[in-house]
């Protein structure tokens, strides 16, 4: 990226100060997605850089895979694996969406919802279940610590009043069903869910069986007090189509490889939390949340014709309390107050197989690990409006990390122990600024500093403890959000975010450090009423991301970024019972390999389009995605030159039909 844009961006993204200093036109800013209410929190701290998606969004677009949704988001991309219980994960920032640097915390219903490894869980809730989505993009955020590191995503469960079935068939004999039940008795707010989806897929060898079981039952003692608990169990049972030669993928996408024929797996995830709240006060708000959360995971992989089917098995349990103080001491100043501490105890095992099953000669066990990890973290933030065309908030948190790790030598039963090494307090400073020129304008900036933490063995060490740092990340944005119109919203920002000593995750698991990197860009959107009948909204973000360690590989960009990714659609009410909706998903390509040899892999531009009909009773939606069928694959490459990459193809055209009715 040229020098000049950071300095042209400034100028840009004031430009709508100059422009509609003496408007009178009255607006309010809204974010470039159909949003919901949001926290407080966010409203009142993160605006800037926060983008929500509501109920309402959810249920139109009608997915299966809950981080499509995501889609919408401007800076927001996916890499598509398509590998049973393997199935998608999502980026941000200029970073990978492979899990090569997991730099997102994932939230639900508050709760941490990260592997050790850092991805993300959210796959274990159906569309119909959440409420709404906040994704946020940046280091300013203080609330949370671990894999908070390019932003994090917020998502809430439904609370609402009503009882609704959502039944579904589709390409691939898709079956799926959602049930939801959301109701009040006395103090209670009780409120249940389970969904269920059962399909063959695309590709041979894909079938996939899911559901997910949850309540949430939260009891008022008065206005000021509320306990609440949430269970949830959740399962997916899938095999896996594995992955094919270039040439192989390109003229025959719906095939498996035969040696991919036993490739699959399960995966299951309980999660159980309590919520308490309580108001000492008018002023001052106190919340503590406590959980317990087990993951579970047993995967048989064949990548290659001349690798090996392996038995990789995951359990992890997780427990920890997130505790937050806030006082209003007036209308213009407040201050909060935060702390929390994970617990993870964790099994990571790799075995060689015979046939179907487990060798049960020691020396076929490549891995059998065992990690306990805990992070402690404290934040205050104060917050000021000191007049109506300013607000700011700066916050100081400040992390530690403990833990001890052992594994099983391979040739006899003794153990091998190791402590977690010393990094200190990791102490990050968080700003964020916003002027309110006008009615119709925000002009934004955000600071702060994140950590990236080696996960696994790597956060080990049998000798000096005290030898590793880890990775600072230095990140700020400047950005506008401006109602030109009332029936026009943009928003236009440029970011920066530089990491020292940063970690990229091997296939085999371990950790490479290339360095210094750097990541910038800009995230543009905009939403148009156009008429009473017609919105078209859009956003695109440029990104670029290179490496700044002098050697071999200093300037190279980053393996799994995408230089630009885009999406545009038109909501079209063709009667006042019948919506027509079509969306268009683009993203360009990204080098497979750390040299940048080889070509980019990865590029699509899908088109998906929708009918929506209020039947009064209900709803009834008819879905095509992929609708001319473009072809588009994930690509992993095997070697380092990119002539040695294994393709996975996505999903060709497909259609849904669904019905959702709502008892009365």
């Known amino acids: 990226m040229k020098k000049t844009l950071p300095s042209t961006l400034v100028v840009t993204s004031l430009f709508p100060v100059l422009l509609m200093a003496d408007s009178d036109i009255p607006a309010e800013i809204a974010p470039m997605v159909v949003t919901s209410d949001a926290p407080d929190y966010v409203k009142d701290n993160l605006a800037g850089s926060v983008d929500e998606i509501s109920k309402e969004e959810i249920q139109i677009q009608q997915v299966t895979n809950v981080m499509e949704l995501f889609t919408r988001v401007p800076g927001v991309y996916l890499a598509r694996y398509n590998q049973g219980i393997v199935d998608s994960e999502i980026g941000i920032r200029g970073f990978s969406a492979e899990g090569t640097t997991p730099h997102a915390a994932t939230l639900i219903d508050g709760i941490p919802s990260n592997t050790h490894s850092g991805f993300s869980e959210m796959n274990q809730l159906f569309p119909a279940d959440i409420s709404n989505i906040d994704v946020y993009k940046g280091n300013s955020d203080p609330r949370y610590g671990l894999f908070n590191i390019a932003g994090n995503y917020n998502i809430e469960t439904r609370s609402d009043i009503g009882r609704e079935v959502t039944v579904t068939a589709g390409s691939y004999n898709e079956k799926q069903v959602q049930a939801y039940a959301g109701e009040q008795t006395g103090d209670l707010r009780h409120n249940y869910f389970f969904g269920y989806r059962d399909a063959d897929g695309y590709r041979d060898n894909e079938k996939t069986e899911k559901y997910s079981a949850s309540g949430r039952w939260f009891y008022d003692f008065n206005d000021d007090t509320s306990l609440g608990f949430i269970a949830r169990f959740s399962g997916i049972d899938a095999d896996a189509a594995g992955f094919l030669d270039r040439d192989v993928a390109k003229t025959h996408p719906t095939r498996s490889a035969g040696y991919a024929a036993q490739d699959g797996g399960e995966k299951h995830t309980n999660s159980f939390s309590l919520h308490f709240d309580h108001a000492f006060s008018d002023s001052l708000d106190w919340s503590l949340k406590s959980y317990f959360n087990h993951y579970e995971r047993e995967r048989w992989v064949r990548f290659k014709q001349d690798t090996a089917l392996q038995n990789r098995n995951d359990e992890e349990d997780h427990y920890g309390f997130i505790t937050t103080l806030s006082w209003e001491i007036n209308p213009e100043w407040k201050v909060q107050w935060g702390a929390d501490v994970q617990k993870q105890e964790v099994l990571e095992q790799r075995f060689g197989t015979v046939g179907f099953q487990r060798e049960r000669d020691r020396s076929a066990v490549n891995r059998d690990r065992h990690y306990d990890f805990v992070s402690y973290g404290s934040y205050i933030q104060i917050s000021n409006s000191p007049v109506d065309w300013l607000s700011w908030n700066a916050a100081m948190r400040a992390d530690r990390l403990r833990g001890e790790y052992w594994d099983k030598d391979l040739n006899s039963i003794?153990?091998?122990?190791?402590?977690?090494?010393?990094?200190?307090?990791?102490?990050?400073?968080?700003?964020?600024?916003?002027?309110?020129?006008?009615?119709?304008?925000?002009?934004?900036?955000?600071?702060?500093?994140?950590?990236?933490?080696?996960?696994?063995?790597?956060?080990?060490?049998?000798?000096?403890?005290?030898?590793?740092?880890?990775?600072?990340?230095?990140?700020?944005?400047?950005?506008?959000?401006?109602?030109?119109?009332?029936?026009?919203?943009?928003?236009?920002?440029?970011?920066?975010?530089?990491?020292?000593?940063?970690?990229?995750?091997?296939?085999?698991?371990?950790?490479?450090?290339?360095?210094?990197?750097?990541?910038?860009?800009?995230?543009?959107?905009?939403?148009?009423?156009?008429?009473?009948?017609?919105?078209?909204?859009?956003?695109?973000?440029?990104?670029?991301?290179?490496?700044?360690?002098?050697?071999?590989?200093?300037?190279?960009?980053?393996?799994?970024?995408?230089?630009?990714?885009?999406?545009?659609?038109?909501?079209?009410?063709?009667?006042?019972?019948?919506?027509?909706?079509?969306?268009?998903?683009s993203q360009s390509g990204s080098y497979v390999n750390s040299a940048n040899e080889g070509r980019k892999f990865g590029k699509y531009n899908l088109v998906n389009t929708s009918l929506n009909y209020d039947a009064g009773w209900g709803d009834i939606n008819f879905r095509v995605n992929n609708l001319f069928n473009e072809y588009y694959e994930y690509v992993y490459d095997w070697g380092t030159d990119g002539t040695d990459t294994i393709h996975s193809p996505g999903n060709g055209v497909n259609a849904s039909l669904s019905v959702s009715y709502r008892f009365k």
Do not use: C
């Open 414 to 585: 003794s153990k091998n122990e190791r402590n977690i090494y010393d990094f200190g307090t990791i102490v990050q400073p968080k700003l964020n600024v916003f002027i309110y020129p006008t009615d119709d304008v925000t002009v934004f900036f955000n600071y702060g500093q994140s950590f990236q933490h080696p996960v696994g063995k790597n956060a080990y060490t049998a000798g000096d403890t005290s030898a590793r740092d880890v990775s600072m990340n230095d990140g700020w944005e400047l950005g506008s959000k401006w109602e030109a119109l009332s029936t026009l919203a943009l928003s236009l920002s440029y970011w920066e975010q530089r990491a020292s000593d940063e970690y990229i995750q091997l296939v085999d698991g371990s950790f490479s450090n290339v360095g210094k990197t750097l990541r910038q860009g800009v995230d543009v959107g905009f939403s148009w009423q156009a008429n009473m009948q017609t919105t078209v909204w859009g956003n695109v973000s440029k990104i670029e991301s290179e490496i700044q360690t002098p050697g071999a590989t200093d300037g190279n960009q980053l393996i799994g970024v995408p230089d630009y990714t885009a999406s545009v659609g038109v909501n079209y009410q063709l009667t006042p019972k019948l919506m027509w909706q079509t969306t268009l998903d």
